[in-house]
Structure formats: C-alpha cells, structure tokens
C-alpha cells in the first residue's frame, strides 16, 4: 500500500483546536485543552483504537507551537511537553525559523528542527517513515496547511461539544473540499475521519 | 412520556446554518444550501429516519426569516417557501414583529405569526402540540435563542462538510452546554444528536 499522510485534530464544536494566549504552563492557551482531550486520558478503553491510531506512524510533523511557545528561538533547554519518552517514537520535524541540533530523547522519537519550510519537511518525514505513514501531529495553521496544499490522505477528526468562542479555526482559511468518510462517538467526542476530494 | 423540546439543523462544517445576503430566490443566501441538504433530497433511502424525525412533530416555531426574507412586513402575498401543502401537516409558529393573519394551508399546516415573542410562541406550540413533542425549525438565531434560554432537549445536528466562510454562525453566542449522545454518517453527512446539560 501507498504510504498516506495522515492528520489528527481535536476540535471544539465552534473549530477550534487550540486557544489564544499560549505559555509554557498552558499548551492550549485559554482553552481548555484538558476537556478537549478528555476521549485520550478519561475514556482510554472506549477510544482505544484511535489512541493507538495518533501515534501509530513512522515520522511525525508538527508546527513550532505545538512543539514549544512563542516567537523567535526556543529556549535549548525545552524539550517538548512530553517529558523524557514521547509517545511518537519516531522522527518528529518541527517546522521552525530557527535551527537547532536534533534533540534525540528516549524510546525513539527525535525532534528534528526544520528550517526548509514544509515541503522540505514532508519530504524528510516520508522518507524517514520508509514503509510507514506519515502524521501531520498539529497544530491547526500546520494541518491547514498541508491540506491546503492537497498533502493529506486522511484527516481524523475528533470533534468534541465544548465551545472555545477564540483561538485558532481550522476552518478559516481552509480551501481543501473534505468528504466525511465515517463516524463513531464515544463518550466525550465524536470522531469522524474525512478524506480531501481531489 | 413527557413532550420534548427538539430541533433539528443543517450546519457547514464551519458551522453556518445559513449564508448572507438571503433573498427570495436564495433562501440561504450566498451559501450553497442545496449542498447543505443534499442528504435530503439526493440520498433519501438511507437518511430515512432523519427525514422522517424531521417532520414528525405536533407543532413547529420558526424564524421570520426561515418563512419569508428581509427586514419590515413580509408581503401578505407570500406563503413560504413550501408550495401549497408545506410539509409541516401541524401548526407552525413564525416569530416575527408584524402580526398578520393565520396562513391555513393544505395538509393541516398553518402558519401563525407570532409577535409576543419566543416564549409565548412555544406556549403556543406546546399546546397545539397535545400529546406530541414541538420541533423548534429553525433558522440559526431561533435556534440559538431557545438553546440558550435551555428550552431545548434535543439537538439533531446534520453536519456536513462544507466550508461556507460566512453566515449565520450557530456557535457564536451559543451559551448552552452540549452533551454528543450518537453519531451516524451517511453519505452526505454525519448525523450527531446532542443533548444540552442542564
């Protein structure tokens, strides 16, 4: 099988994956990222297969701002919001203005800072993922970009009843025409995966 | 059982009910609401039970502008957009600020205008409605307005995906919380019934 692009999105109701006003302390600024993600942490076993699915690729890409906060250079020091052993256990390619050594943590997964654009990083991902797929990780302005650009196969969305009035729609902006594929609910989300019409 | 409350709407992705710039001759305005309601209309054996749900109440409240379009009276001439036998077959309850003479149409629907506000008009249709439950139609602002006065007690969702950039938005302003119940794709949509927690 052909290796697929892949994307995972944890939406509002109202499109937002993400709020304003982001810090170190808080990942998803004034949203409540915590209830966004609840389907993950809250409702393991009921979800269980599209947890496996978020981290079930051969290379990850992801915007700087899902990697850390900010404008300009992150501190050397920060090294993701993981902790020591990423669940990706892959290469990640952050997409960044500003060049770093690649940070190499445990259990397989690499930040690898990417100063090439998105295309470039793309190109790396697919490679490094050999016979595996490739995720677009986040955030929003990262996945609409990519499907904008006709990059993504797949985009599992998992939408979720909370509304976050601010913060970043993935929908404004995005040009791609998207045909929804199926649907399953669980307990605090709705997932349904949807494939870019070419 | 005890009546309910139930409404049911057509949503974008991006989750406009509606686009701007209604006229007669574009009841959804700028946006493709033919699109929007293609599950309808091109894919109605398996939407069966939607469609069905849709119709199937004791008495229906609506906006002015899901009846008719634009600021100021509405002329007398103008029955809706339904043709002569709506399908509605119970009263139908339009807000609106000009009081004007009860439409009786064929098939048991007849449109009354309502212009002592929404309150009154789901008194009205909880009474007409006996023993069976009231369907608040629609349009987005009606809808919105009886969520958050929590007057609803289901929410059937038909969200399809279409990206409209502009419209009547249902999440903004939306303070009702909502509780996703089921989830059901079809071809054209993804069906979602929501409940509001009170």
Not at 13 to 37: R, V, W, Y
Not at 75 to 95: C, E, H, I, S
Not at 135 to 154: C, F, K, M, P, W
């Amino acid at each position: 099988m052909t290796q697929q692009v892949e994307a995972h999105m944890s939406l509002s109701l109202d499109g937002f994956g993400t709020g304003l006003n982001q810090s170190f302390d808080k990942p998803f600024g004034d949203a409540d990222g915590e209830a966004l993600h609840r389907w993950m942490f809250e409702d393991v076993e009921n979800n269980a297969a599209e947890i496996e699915r978020v981290i079930d690729y051969g290379a990850f890409i992801m915007g700087r701002n899902m990697f850390g906060v900010g404008e300009g250079p992150i501190d050397p020091g920060w090294q993701g919001w993981w902790g020591a052993n990423p669940p990706y256990r892959a290469p990640v390619y952050v997409l960044t203005h500003y060049a770093r050594p690649t940070l190499t943590m445990e259990g397989g997964t690499s930040f690898h800072f990417i100063t090439e654009g998105p295309e470039i990083a793309l190109e790396l991902a697919r490679q490094a993922a050999g016979s595996r797929n490739v995720a677009i990780a986040g955030g929003v302005s990262t996945l609409r970009h990519y499907l904008n650009a006709g990059q993504v196969d797949r985009l599992y969305l998992s939408l979720t009843p909370l509304l976050f009035g601010s913060g970043e729609r993935l929908w404004d902006g995005l040009s791609a025409e998207l045909k929804a594929v199926s649907a399953r609910h669980t307990k605090y989300t709705t997932h349904i995966l949807y494939e870019p019409v070419r």
